[in-house]
């Protein structure tokens, strides 16, 4: 039999830690436009508008290496914008359900 581990303080109570969350969402975001450029790279000829890339991400232009870094801040920064919106208004929420 498996003995199960408590859950920490912050997940027993349903909350959203803000710097894990952070971290990981700003990763993914990261990682993503990573793929996308890398996609636009091996295979230009696919009917996918990267150029799309700009209404997200002001003053990113395919491609230097100037708009490829900064793309690359601008997604890791958006990650922690929705980080810094959405977190708090989640654990608010939770804590007045319960």
Request: aromatic share 22%; proline share 7%; with cysteine.
């Given at each position: 039999m498996s003995q199960r581990q408590p859950m920490s303080t912050s997940s027993a109570r349903g909350h959203v830690p803000l710097v894990a969350f952070g971290l990981a969402l700003?990763?993914?975001?990261?990682?993503?436009?990573?793929?996308?450029?890398?996609?636009?790279?091996?295979?230009?000829?696919?009917?996918?508008?990267?150029?799309?890339?700009?209404?997200?991400l002001p003053g990113f232009a395919l491609l230097s290496w100037q708009t490829f870094l900064l793309g690359l801040i601008e997604s890791?920064?958006?990650?922690?914008?929705?980080?810094?919106?959405?977190?708090?208004?989640?654990?608010?929420?939770?804590?007045?359900?319960?």
């Open positions: 700003s990763l993914f975001l990261a990682t993503s436009y990573l793929l996308c450029v890398a996609g636009y790279l091996l295979f230009p000829k696919l009917p996918i508008p990267h150029s799309s890339l700009s209404i997200f890791f920064l958006w990650g922690w914008y929705v980080t810094v919106v959405f977190v708090p208004l989640y654990n608010f929420c939770v804590s007045r359900v319960r």
